[in-house]
């Protein structure tokens, strides 16, 4: 009976696998790696077929064994009508009861702490519009882009050439991806404020190319998106996010303000000094997961700061219309 009870549990738990697997590739995101090739695998299924067995035999040999080494007339003694069970086959009742009760209290609290924290994740603005977006990566060859002008060049023609796509909106290019947690933390001067390097504050650092706020759905607050114009040739821009200005600029509009990074950086043009002007405040976006991001953020424009390296992790990013199928 234990192996026939074993048994249909597996039987019944390998359908619930099956119809599940659909739903679940159903029900995740397109960004998903590899999601469309997710399927059950004969081993596991075989895994758990030899366990379904064991289970059976053990559950249901441990009560023969018991029941083998057992007084036949003390047990019909103590199951006729209107006899009490013993002391021992009470107490082995009761703990058998609270356990059981107490690991069904364990996983209705675990199954509700995650049906919890699933809505909650749910309800999290991540700043900016991931729908009808696209990103992917793309690896330029080393010898077509060597120089800092083949390498925005590049990136200039290759998003250039996803913007006249069919059911493309607009496309750009970033080094970090929202959400992906990733970012350089440095120290920053401010102009025109006198601070000890060791004290200057610290912020995040991020490069994107023109129009990713645009492309992303990043709110721009203040100011401007970057362009086309925000080049090798002109002068160094970045853009805020609204922790960095409320932080350092509270009573003041940060538009036009500048700022140099703590690292080593070359500039622009060899009459500049370093600084980067503010010419944007865009909506703080999630980078780090789905707490509130209060973290002082920047971003410099990419070509700018291509200087003698290429960097490493280009995604590029399409908004579409529609369906790109």
């Given at each position: 009976e234990s192996v026939l009870l074993a048994g249909m549990g597996g039987v019944l738990g390998t359908l619930l696998a099956f119809w599940a697997t659909d739903v679940i590739v159903a029900l995740s995101p397109e960004t998903l790696t590899r999601v469309?090739?997710?399927?059950?695998?004969?081993?596991?299924?075989?895994?758990?077929?030899?366990?379904?067995?064991?289970?059976?035999?053990?559950?249901?040999?441990?009560?023969?064994?018991?029941?083998?080494?057992?007084?036949?007339?003390?047990?019909?003694?103590?199951?006729?009508?209107?006899?009490?069970?013993?002391?021992?086959?009470?107490?082995?009742?009761?703990?058998l009861v609270v356990g059981q009760v107490a690991l069904a209290l364990v996983l209705l609290v675990g199954a509700g702490l995650l049906i919890n924290s699933f809505v909650r994740l749910q309800q999290v603005a991540p700043g900016c519009d991931p729908q009808q977006v696209l990103a992917f990566n793309v690896a330029p060859s080393a010898a077509r882009t060597s120089t800092p002008q083949q390498i925005a060049e590049f990136y200039r023609e290759l998003t250039e050439k996803l913007k006249v796509l069919p059911r493309v909106v607009n496309a750009s290019v970033v080094f970090q991806l929202p959400l992906s947690g990733s970012g350089a933390t440095t120290s920053v001067e401010i102009e025109g404020r006198a601070v000890d390097p060791a004290d200057?504050?610290?912020?995040?650092?991020?490069?994107?190319?023109?129009?990713?706020?645009?492309?992303?759905?990043?709110?721009?607050?203040?100011?401007?998106?970057?362009?086309?114009?925000?080049?090798?040739?002109?002068?160094?821009?970045?853009?805020?996010?609204?922790a960095l200005a409320r932080q350092y600029f509270p009573n003041e509009d940060p538009i036009g303000k500048r700022l140099a990074p703590g690292f080593s950086t070359l500039p622009v043009r060899d009459d500049e000094s370093g600084m980067h002007e503010i010419v944007g405040v865009v909506a703080n976006a999630l980078f780090d997961g789905p707490n509130p991001d209060s973290h002082p953020r920047y971003v410099f424009l990419a070509e700018q700061q291509m200087r003698g390296a290429l960097p490493t992790d280009p995604h590029f990013f399409i908004r579409y219309r529609g369906s790109l199928e």
């Amino acid at each position: 009976e234990s192996v026939l009870l074993a048994g249909m549990g597996g039987v019944l738990g390998t359908l619930l696998a099956f119809w599940a697997t659909d739903v679940i590739v159903a029900l995740s995101p397109e960004t998903l790696t590899r999601v469309a090739d997710t399927e059950l695998d004969t081993r596991v299924l075989a895994f758990t077929a030899v366990i379904s067995l064991a289970t059976g035999v053990a559950f249901g040999l441990a009560p023969a064994l018991l029941v083998s080494t057992n007084n036949l007339a003390e047990s019909l003694k103590e199951g006729r009508r209107g006899a009490t069970a013993s002391v021992q086959t009470t107490r082995t009742r009761n703990m058998l009861v609270v356990g059981q009760v107490a690991l069904a209290l364990v996983l209705l609290v675990g199954a509700g702490l995650l049906i919890n924290s699933f809505v909650r994740l749910q309800q999290v603005a991540p700043g900016c519009d991931p729908q009808q977006v696209l990103a992917f990566n793309v690896a330029p060859s080393a010898a077509r882009t060597s120089t800092p002008q083949q390498i925005a060049e590049f990136y200039r023609e290759l998003t250039e050439k996803l913007k006249v796509l069919p059911r493309v909106v607009n496309a750009s290019v970033v080094f970090q991806l929202p959400l992906s947690g990733s970012g350089a933390t440095t120290s920053v001067e401010i102009e025109g404020r006198a601070v000890d390097p060791a004290d200057r504050p610290s912020v995040v650092i991020h490069m994107a190319g023109p129009n990713y706020f645009k492309t992303m759905g990043i709110p721009v607050m203040r100011g401007r998106d970057f362009t086309e114009r925000d080049d090798l040739n002109a002068a160094p821009v970045l853009i805020v996010n609204e922790a960095l200005a409320r932080q350092y600029f509270p009573n003041e509009d940060p538009i036009g303000k500048r700022l140099a990074p703590g690292f080593s950086t070359l500039p622009v043009r060899d009459d500049e000094s370093g600084m980067h002007e503010i010419v944007g405040v865009v909506a703080n976006a999630l980078f780090d997961g789905p707490n509130p991001d209060s973290h002082p953020r920047y971003v410099f424009l990419a070509e700018q700061q291509m200087r003698g390296a290429l960097p490493t992790d280009p995604h590029f990013f399409i908004r579409y219309r529609g369906s790109l199928e």
